[in-house]
């Protein structure tokens, strides 16, 4: 119950392309959801996170659509460009946002080609 | 957001000995994690560190082999403990600056051969 599926694992765009990846959760308390972009060799870094009060939220290029009934909330990346290229993450947390520990899904290797 | 430094940032080790991991924040924060991420894989939580009180552990992780100290609000250490080729790792620790989200350190790439 405490698990976030992630998929796909890997995903090849090509540039200017829509990168989209799923999550899933089970635990009806998480009321926090966050993608982290990492890059090799660095931690992961917030790209943009959601409460389940709004069922969109867009930054610049990058877009969470969430489903509430259906437990679901996905990354939506617009114009992808070579600089995307990274794992993503999705992670869930309860009780009141980032405080409390952050599940992590598995990560997405997104490769953006030229 | 924080500005986090880890020490060092990597590390190759011998089977048996221990590594203590600095984390250090650019301001006060009340909360910091520790994180394990094995090669190619996602981040799992270790341990909750608060100032003053001991480290809170995750399922799996046991205070003899992940030993944490929490100074003071600005800094904490993880050791790794009596190491195996199984610790080997990206250790990361973070921080909840605004309770809003954790802010990640570089991390520390342990090879412990």
């Known amino acids: 119950q405490q698990q976030v599926k992630q998929s796909p694992q890997s995903l090849i765009v090509q540039k200017g392309g829509i990168s989209i990846i799923n999550c899933a959760y089970e635990n009806t308390a998480f009321d926090y959801f966050p993608w982290y972009q990492q890059f090799p060799g660095k931690g992961p870094a917030l790209l943009i996170a959601?409460?389940?009060?709004?069922s969109e939220k867009k930054e610049g290029r990058f877009t969470i659509s969430f489903n509430k009934s259906a437990k679901q909330f996905s990354l939506h990346i617009m114009d992808s460009q070579p600089g995307d290229s990274a794992t993503y993450f999705c992670a869930a947390s309860g009780y009141g946002g980032a405080t409390n520990k952050l599940i992590f899904g598995t990560g997405t290797l997104l490769a953006v080609q030229p | 957001s924080a500005v986090i430094s880890q020490k060092p940032s990597r590390d190759i080790c011998q089977r048996g000995t221990s590594l203590t991991i600095q984390c250090q924040v650019d301001s006060q924060v009340t909360m910091m994690f520790w994180y394990r991420q094995q090669p190619g894989q996602s981040l799992t939580l270790i341990a909750t560190a608060n100032q003053g009180s001991e480290a809170t552990y995750e399922s799996g992780f046991v205070i003899d082999k992940f030993p944490i100290s929490r100074p003071n609000l600005t800094f904490s250490t993880l050791t790794v403990s009596n190491m195996s080729p199984e610790d080997s790792s990206i250790y990361l620790c973070s921080v909840d600056r605004s309770q809003e989200t954790q802010y990640f350190g570089p991390g520390t790439r342990l090879l412990v051969l």
């Open positions: 959601i409460r389940p009060d709004v």
